[in-house]
């Protein structure tokens, strides 16, 4: 039987029906996939959780489903992100998705019962949570609610989380799962991408883990006087050094041998970098307890340091423990940084809010690391070269190490160059990346944020001289972000013998076969490729950089010469430095601190000081700024308060309290980037001109052009302006909300919490 179909309605009204303010959307029952990568599992998943969006209204609340996997947590909801205008997109996580190792904290809240736990693995959870809050290492605060899903089916979900966020070894984080299944199955790819092998210059990054690769810094950097030991070969001299480093010409093996162990960890003092007029720049740990007193052994080391040195000058030596602060003083001025960025509303701490960001200390220990760098720099200019010393030698003999390199060879101010950086001096050089990320959750007295505290020194470098850097601000956040995505082997394991060591056990465990390989490889971080697509790559090119191109030096070619100043070079009005600034030497406006400032005047103005009160180290910098600024050479940070400042990409993105929308330095960042782009286009259309037209016909259409915005594209489309944003490229929709619990704002239901939330301050009142 046919029935007839019912008439259209004719009549149509023109009057908008007024809006409910807390309507909420009816939970569907669309059956949703997630997106599984190689080697992920599906552990557990409850359906009908609402994600809060906004702090004072439901109405923009999402729908769907939330999953645990042995990689992440997953949201997946079919409708779009309201009021987001602009997502950074990654290949390897969703827009709602968190990797496990990435969260800090997972908080059950019971509304009826007015309960609340902390979950920690192999636990109970005695009642059916309505809410989940989890407090993520990148500052993220995400909120669930289970007001519709079942009681039982949220228990569970939150119980596998609490499981899998708190592994108890290195191998059941995702990146073995990974790997094993690609190297099983070896038709498995990511993102179109064969495993190990990555485009975003991975194949030009140099990962310092053959021979060769460090003969080839040697002669890149002159250093004629040093050699390349393979004493370490197979690791049998020090677990915590790599199968090759440089030591001095004049040290053999068997000596090196002798000498390691009066060293702690066996960490003999091994070459970072050469200046230009010979200095070296060397790093070793303390000497053992019982050898301290043996004077011997350590002359021999400075003597042999020494004769490397075309004029034989003294070594300058710089003990970083008493100098600078130590692991456990930087964790806890990041948790308090933390707390003042994340926990705290601004309504309650706007008017003291700098001396809030005073007191944590981070930017104090900031100033110091810059501090110590600039000295180390002044003396490797001034013919000496450095011996920096720390107990273990394997924290802050990075950073110093590092920033050093950075403020005075212009290769490592290039993305290519501060990727090797990385690898040289961290990765290789033994950093524990496991421990410091404490990916394992094993212990939170080795948790330390000392890489973190190296980017953001980089990122005061880049914010004073942003013509000195290849790099934004963009690529040093995403390069943090990384570090919580256990698929990369490179911010995964405490040294590289760690790395061999795990990667072996793990094949034979697996009965895995690596064919001609050595080992399992991993995936690179500098794979760029793996994470993002070619355009969002582009927001890593700095559109204010002014480079020089730089020839390959393959292994066995001659030394490169030293870059001199010329006027080219040079650039007084791109430094990043505030208008009272007289050739380079703070004036008098300066020279007192203003209202609610960071710190008080450090001292009087080195210009105003007679040269014998001056320090030698203090006289270089006054004639240092006392000059036009060599992009290509040396650059030296400004010290005082008003310069070093709060990186806020990366610590207040999420906060949507703290977003300019429309405006912030994404603003200038997008109209020199427009600019660069048409004269890049320009500079095309006038090599295209001289060619000739058989080199026109062979010859593509359009060159590789380098930036994010485009100049042909702004024409087209003017209304890409409406996505930027202070947060931009990432958008703090949906994360940070503070809306309240129990009719109690978040940061007072969490009040009496010593910095982040800890089981020993919120009570389990099961």
């Not at 690179?524 to 969002?536: G, I, N, P, R, T």
């Not at 014998?612 to 060599?630: A, C, G, N, Q, T």
């Amino acid at each position: 039987m046919f029935f007839p179909k019912p008439a259209k309605p004719t009549f149509k009204s023109y009057i908008c029906p007024p809006q409910q303010e807390d309507f909420v959307q009816e939970p569907f029952n669309t059956k949703l996939e997630p997106v599984l990568l190689p080697g992920e599992i599906v552990v557990n998943e409850v359906n009908f959780v609402r994600k809060c969006i906004s702090s004072d209204t439901t109405k923009h609340d999402l729908w769907g489903k939330l999953l645990c996997t042995n990689f992440k947590i997953s949201f997946i909801t079919e409708d779009p992100t309201p009021l987001q205008k602009f997502h950074l997109q990654n290949f390897l996580l969703g827009e709602h998705d968190i990797p496990l190792t990435c969260i800090e904290q997972l908080v059950t809240v019971n509304d009826t019962k007015r309960k609340q736990k902390v979950l920690s693995s192999n636990q109970k959870l005695k009642f059916n949570p309505t809410e989940l809050i989890i407090y993520c290492k990148d500052f993220r605060i995400i909120r669930f609610r289970f007001d519709e899903a079942g009681p039982e089916s949220a228990k569970k979900v939150c119980l596998a989380l609490a499981h899998y966020t708190q592994p108890t070894d290195i191998q059941l984080l995702f990146g073995f799962e990974y790997v094993g299944k690609l190297y099983s199955n070896p038709a498995c790819k990511t993102n179109g991408v064969d495993p190990g092998g990555g485009g975003g210059g991975y194949f030009q990054t140099s990962l310092f883990e053959t021979y060769s690769d460090w003969d080839r810094e040697i002669k890149r950097t002159g250093a004629s006087d040093w050699r390349v030991s393979a004493v370490n070969k197979g690791y049998m001299m020090s677990i915590c050094l790599p199968e090759y480093f440089v030591v001095p010409s004049s040290l053999a093996d068997q000596d090196l041998k002798i000498f390691s162990q009066q060293f702690v960890g066996r960490r003999v003092p091994v070459w970072c970098w050469n200046y230009t007029n010979g200095s070296a720049l060397v790093r070793m740990a303390n000497w053992k307890e019982e050898f301290q007193q043996n004077k011997k052994i350590d002359q021999r080391i400075c003597h042999a340091i020494t004769r490397s040195h075309p004029q034989r000058n003294d070594v300058y030596r710089l003990l970083l423990d008493k100098t600078l602060p130590n692991i456990q003083e930087i964790q806890a001025a990041f948790v308090k940084l933390k707390q003042l960025c994340v926990n705290e509303p601004y309504e309650e701490t706007e008017e003291k809010w700098l001396s809030s960001l005073e007191s944590t200390r981070w930017l104090e220990y900031i100033r110091s690391i810059l501090k110590i760098s600039v000295e180390a720099a002044v003396m490797l200019d001034s013919k000496r070269s450095v011996l920096l010393q720390e107990e273990e030698g394997r924290d802050l003999t990075c950073v110093i190490a590092s920033l050093v390199q950075v403020m005075m060879d212009a290769h490592f101010r290039t993305i290519i160059g501060f990727q090797s950086l990385i690898q040289k001096e961290w990765i290789m050089a033994g950093y524990r990346f496991l421990d410091r990320c404490n990916h394992l959750s094993k212990s939170d007295k080795e948790e330390s944020p000392v890489f973190l505290l190296f980017l953001d020194c980089v990122w005061q470098l880049l914010e004073q001289y942003p013509a000195a850097f290849e790099f934004t601000e963009t690529y040093l956040t995403v390069l943090y972000d990384s570090t919580w995505i256990p698929l990369f082997g490179t911010f995964l394991f405490n040294s590289p013998y760690h790395r061999v060591r795990q990667i072996i056990d793990f094949a034979m465990n697996k009965n895995i076969q690596c064919g001609d390989e050595k080992g399992l490889k991993f995936p690179s971080v500098w794979e760029w490729s793996l994470q993002f697509s070619a355009k969002d790559q582009r927001l890593f090119n700095n559109p204010l950089y002014i480079g020089k191109k730089e020839s390959y030096i393959p292994n066995g070619s001659a030394s490169i010469k030293s870059s001199k100043r010329n006027k080219k070079n040079y650039s007084s009005t791109l430094r990043g430095m505030p208008s009272v600034l007289k050739n380079g030497i703070i004036g008098d406006q300066e020279s007192y601190p203003r209202r609610n400032s960071l710190v008080l005047k450090v001292k009087p103005d080195l210009a105003q000081q007679n040269d014998s009160s001056l320090s030698d180290i203090e006289r270089y910098i006054r004639d240092w700024f006392s000059k036009p600024v060599d992009l290509h050479g040396v650059i030296l940070p400004q010290l005082f308060g008003t310069h070093i400042k709060l990186w806020k990409l990366c610590y207040v993105r999420w906060n949507p309290e703290a977003q300019i929308n429309s405006g912030g330095s994404v603003t200038a960042f997008q109209k020199a980037s427009l600019l660069a782009d048409e004269i890049q286009m320009l500079q095309r259309r006038l090599r295209e001109s001289q060619r000739s037209p058989y080199m026109q016909a062979i010859s593509p259409e359009l060159e590789s052009r380098k930036m994010y915005f485009r100049a042909d594209e702004q024409t087209r489309s003017p209304g890409n302006l409406e996505i930027l944003s202070s947060s931009f490229p990432f958008s703090p929709v949906g994360n940070l909300c503070r809306r309240s619990i129990l009719g109690t704002p978040l940061s007072k239901f969490l009040s009496g919490a010593k910095i982040w939330l800890s089981t020993e301050t919120l009570a389990n009142d099961d």
